[in-house]
């Protein structure tokens, strides 16, 4: 990534450039945005305008995302995600069977009835 006050050089003729002259090229933009795309997390159909690639990621339900439920560091498909911290993430918090407060699952011991 270049830094602020590197020069850029020309990618035809490796010229340096002043950053004043350079402009966006908004046509070239709108083009490149309208190409189609496919979404790149494995399993999902969803093919669209590159436009709409992070709009599209943001609720893709075969996107690898992190548990958040803290401490625990599995990655899981989002579409499963809503399983994962409610019913199967040991890190997910259930209130005591003793004193009714609330604790992660796998700091929980196991009472066996007497």
């Known amino acids: 990534m ?16 002043n950053r004043e002259d350079i402009f966006p090229d ?11 795309i496919k979404c790149p997390s494995d ?6 305008e590159l436009r709409y690639k992070e ?3 943001a609720s893709c339900p ?6 958040t439920n803290e401490n625990c560091q599995v990655t899981l498909k989002r ?4 399983e ?11 209130p005591c069977e003793l004193c009714s407060e609330p604790h992660p699952m796998c700091q929980m011991e196991v009472t066996v009835n007497r």
């Open 62 to 67: 075969f996107r690898d995302v992190p548990c």
């Open 2 to 17: 270049r830094q602020e006050g590197e020069p850029l050089p020309c990618p035809v003729d490796r010229q340096t450039l």
């Open 55 to 57: 709009t599209h990621l």
């Open 43 to 48: 399993g999902c159909g969803w093919t669209g």
């Open 26 to 36: 908004k046509a070239t933009e709108r083009k490149i945005l309208s190409l189609i």
């Open 79 to 82: 579409k499963e995600l809503g």
């Open 84 to 94: 994962h911290v409610s019913f199967t993430c040991q890190w997910r918090i259930v």
